[in-house]
Nanobody, 122 residues
């Protein structure tokens, strides 16, 4: 499986921005659909966004549309998530994930990072 390591989380105020990064290794990065999930305290993990291999297809859940931007740098084997205009309800552990199809990514990806905490204060 792809090894994934996230970074970039932190404690910010509402309206601030963060950029999460996910460094991939161990397999050919361009073979994978990449996504970001998050899990807030007491809630189920949810898919936030994903991006296709060439980067032409992207998806966002409604609650982050217009505020979050997913991107990938295939030359660096790195996935990013730009989080703008953060809200307290965005507080969660954010996980990078990967699989070889969108269907598998949605159903339960086989590669996961360890997670990075994002905390947004009001």
């Amino acid at each position: 499986q792809l090894q994934l390591v996230e970074s970039g989380g932190g404690l910010v105020q509402a309206g601030d921005s963060l950029r999460l990064s996910c460094a991939a290794s161990g397999r050919t990065f361009t073979n994978y659909i990449m996504g970001w999930f998050r899990q807030a305290p007491g809630k189920e993990r949810e898919l936030v966004a994903y991006i296709s291999t060439p980067g032409r297809v992207t998806y966002y859940i409604d609650s982050v549309k217009g505020r979050f931007t997913i991107s990938r740098d295939n030359a660096k084997s790195t996935l990013y998530l730009q989080l703008d205009n953060l809200k307290p309800e965005d507080t969660a552990v954010y996980y990078c994930a990967a699989d070889d199809t969108i269907q598998r990514l949605r159903a339960g990806p086989r590669s996961w990072g360890q997670g990075t905490q994002v905390t947004v204060s009001a």
